[in-house]
T-cell receptor, first 114, second 111 residues
Framework: AAGVIQSPRHLIKEKRETATLKCYPI?????VYWYQQGPGQDPQFLIS???????DKGSIPDRFSAQQFSDYHSELNMSSLELGDSALYFC?????????????FGPGTRLTVT | GEDVEQSLFLSVREGDSSVINCTYT??????LYWYKQEPGAGLQLLTY?????DMKQDQRLTVLLNKKDKHLSLRIADTQTGDSAIYFC???????????FGTGTRLTVIP
């Protein structure tokens, strides 16, 4: 079965640079979620989109923005990167329109800021 | 806000049962989940339970929910070395679908 795809899997950036993370949800899934997991931490919700509209917002810094496109893929844009942004970034998807509450996670993008 | 707590570590012998516990604070949570994370890997959805249920069984996994005490547990029968991982419980936020995760329990299975 198709899973959530994230790219790139690993990314190394320097402080103050920008980064773009991409997420391709499971086919037919209409909701995308972004989570950040710091070293040894639990995942923290950043932001979500349902049918291309922002649906919920968590602890996402103002330096970050995200959107969901017409093909349902999503991108997380991160600017003015800081050392503390180094983390695993997960995308998850679900099929909310059929009241499915199963969220499936991608393999994550490991961002390292030096 | 939501606060989900778990004990950090659990060690069991291969073949024994493991019980991982979780407490949560949002009494209006509709769904509660268990995810498994192996080192350097993503989060694998193991099972979830709707808040009006007391128990759900899926092969070696049994989820028990005590809504009065806001206590969730995951029992893994016949624990195998491949079960060694971090297990996160999570609750769906009130009025939303995003998840609040517990601190994670690192399960170590001793051969």
């Amino acid at each position: 079965a198709a899973g959530v795809i994230q790219s790139p899997r690993h990314l190394i950036k320097e402080k103050r640079e920008t980064a773009t993370l991409k997420c391709y949800p499971i086919p037919r899934h209409d909701t995308v979620y972004w989570y950040q997991q710091g070293p040894g931490q639990d995942p923290q919700f950043l932001i979500s989109f349902y049918e291309k509209m922002q649906s919920d917002k968590g602890s996402i810094p103002d330096r970050f923005s995200a959107q969901q496109f017409s093909d349902y893929h999503s991108e997380l844009n991160m600017s003015s990167l800081e050392l503390g942004d180094s983390a695993l970034y997960f995308c998850a998807s679900s099929y909310t329109s059929v009241s499915s509450y199963e969220q499936y996670f991608g393999p994550g993008t490991r961002l390292t800021v030096t | 806000g939501e606060d989900v707590e778990q004990s950090l570590f659990l060690s069991v012998r291969e073949g024994d049962s493991s019980v991982i516990n979780c407490t949560y604070t949002d009494s209006s949570s509709t769904y509660l989940y268990w995810y498994k994370q192996e080192p350097g890997a993503g989060l694998q959805l193991l099972t979830y339970i709707f808040s009006n249920m007391d128990m759900k069984q899926d092969q070696r996994l049994t989820v028990l929910l005590n809504k009065k005490d806001k206590h969730l547990s995951l029992r893994i029968a016949d624990t195998q070395t491949g079960d060694s991982a971090i297990y996160f419980c999570a609750e769906a936020a009130t009025g939303a679908n995003n998840l609040f995760f517990g601190t994670g329990t690192r399960l170590t299975v001793i051969p």
